[in-house]
C-alpha cells in the first residue's frame, strides 16, 4: 500500500499559513486597540456601507456568529454604528467618525503588514499565492 504524503495537505498547510499570517497582523492591529479579524470587519463595513450582517458575514467568509460578536464589541467601543434594516429584518452597520478614524490611521499598518509578507514571498509569489487562494475560496 502506497503511503500518504501528510506533508502535502492543502488543509493542513493552509491553516498552518493562516494562522502565522493572523498572528503577524494581529501583533500590528493591537497596537491600535483592536484585533486583526475586527480590522477586516471595519475594512469590510467602510467598502459596504449600511450592508446587512449577512451580506459582511458573506463578504469576510466568516460564521455570522463570530462577525455578531464582533460587531458587539466594535460598537460597544464606538467604532460602529448598528441600525434596523428597512429592506430586511437584520441590522445594518456603518463606521462612526471614531469608527472611521481608527481605520484611516490602522491602514499603515495595514499597508505594513501587506509588505511585510510581500517582502517575504516576494512581488511575483505574493500576486500568485493571492491569486491561489482566491481561487482556493470558491472550493
Known amino acids: 500500500m502506497e503511503k500518504d504524503d501528510l506533508s502535502l495537505c492543502v488543509l493542513d498547510n493552509a491553516r498552518k499559513?493562516?494562522?502565522?499570517?493572523?498572528?503577524h497582523y494581529d501583533r500590528l492591529a493591537r497596537s491600535m486597540g483592536i484585533?486583526?479579524?475586527?480590522?477586516?470587519?471595519?475594512?469590510?463595513?467602510?467598502?459596504?456601507?449600511?450592508?446587512?450582517?449577512?451580506?459582511?458575514?458573506?463578504?469576510l467568509s466568516m460564521e455570522r456568529t463570530t462577525l455578531v460578536r464582533n460587531l458587539a464589541l466594535l460598537e460597544r467601543k464606538?467604532?460602529?454604528?448598528?441600525?434596523?434594516?428597512?429592506?430586511?429584518?437584520?441590522?445594518?452597520?456603518?463606521?462612526t467618525e471614531r469608527g472611521a478614524a481608527l481605520l484611516e490611521d490602522a491602514m499603515p499598518l495595514w499597508r505594513q503588514a501587506?509588505?511585510?509578507?510581500?517582502?517575504h514571498l516576494?512581488?511575483?509569489?505574493?500576486?500568485?499565492?493571492i491569486s491561489a487562494l482566491k481561487r482556493l475560496s470558491q472550493i
Open 17 to 23: 499559513a493562516a494562522r502565522a499570517v493572523s498572528r
Open 35 to 59: 484585533t486583526a479579524a475586527q480590522f477586516s470587519v471595519l475594512a469590510a463595513i467602510a467598502q459596504m456601507e449600511r450592508r446587512s450582517t449577512g451580506e459582511l458575514a458573506d463578504r
Open 114 to 119: 501587506q509588505n511585510d509578507v510581500k517582502e
Open 122 to 129: 516576494g512581488s511575483e509569489e505574493f500576486l500568485k499565492t
Open 78 to 95: 464606538g467604532f460602529v454604528r448598528s441600525s434596523l434594516s428597512g429592506k430586511t429584518r437584520g441590522k445594518c452597520h456603518q463606521l
